[in-house]
């Protein structure tokens, strides 16, 4: 039997987040992949994380411009070999266009700095 997730589960998708959820992680592996359908079929950059929950263990995050830029400027580099290490917040966007429709879809930033530790006076 041939499950689906052969073909679309490999990829990580807005829908494998919960509302609000941020996931940060480590850059563990970048690929060239030949992604697509067999009359679509395109090389795509894939980032794969180490830190995932274990229901995304495997899958992947099948790069676009923008994301791309946002991984080079977080890594400091455009070079993808370079990034390997690099450590990266994904969450979900809902605001993301496709086909003229509303579809959201993930996007990648920074991880947020932890705020400083306020000194205690000693007393």
């Known amino acids: 039997m041939t499950s689906i997730d052969e073909f679309f589960g490999n990829f990580l998708k807005s829908e494998y987040f919960a509302k609000g959820e941020e996931m940060s992680l480590a ?3 970048v690929k060239i ?3 697509g359908r067999e009359d679509d079929i395109e090389n795509k950059i894939v980032v794969y994380f180490s830190g995932l929950r274990s229901d ?3 899958k992947g995050l099948g790069l676009n411009k923008v994301n791309a830029e946002a991984i080079a400027e977080i890594a400091k580099t455009k070079v ?3 990034w390997v290490g690099a450590r990266v917040c994904l969450y979900v966007d809902p605001n993301i266009m496709f086909g003229g429709k509303r579809v959201g879809g993930v996007r990648v930033k920074a991880v ?3 705020a400083p530790a306020q ?3 000693p007393a």
Do not use: M
């Open 112 to 114: 947020a700095s932890p």
């Open 56 to 58: 995304l263990s495997g």
């Open 33 to 35: 992949e030949r992604v």
């Open 27 to 29: 850059i563990k592996e």
């Open 80 to 82: 993808i070999e370079q």
């Open 119 to 121: 000194a205690v006076a």
